[in-house]
């Protein structure tokens, strides 16, 4: 099945999206990453905060990983 929404929307969507992050976990924390739980060093998460508040932490990644789909989507020429 395909869907077609204007690129605009769904641009508008994802910025909503943004926005509901924003008051996950007493606000993102926006130095977090994704990482390999079994090769990452423990004290780095713990220096970013990994540990304090894991759902700030995820709220954290899930704006950076919407704001570069953001971008690519920007970056992209739209064919009618």
Same mark, same amino acid.
């Given at each position: ?8 929307? =769904?641009?508008?969507?994802? =910025? ?17 990453? *994704?990482?390999?739980?079994?090769? &990452?060093?423990?004290? =780095?998460? *713990? ?10 932490? &995820? ?6 990983? &919407?704001?570069?789909? &953001?971008?690519?989507?920007? *970056? ?5």
């Amino acid at each position: 099945m395909i869907i077609s929404v204007s690129k605009e929307e =769904l641009i508008t969507l994802l =910025l909503k999206d943004i926005k509901a992050w924003e008051n996950v976990g007493g606000g993102p924390n926006l130095r977090a990453f *994704e990482f390999d739980p079994k090769t &990452i060093n423990r004290q =780095l998460l *713990e220096e970013c905060g990994f540990y304090k508040n894991r759902e700030a932490w &995820i709220a954290g990644v899930q704006i950076r990983k &919407i704001r570069q789909y &953001i971008q690519e989507l920007e *970056e992209t020429q739209v064919h009618p």
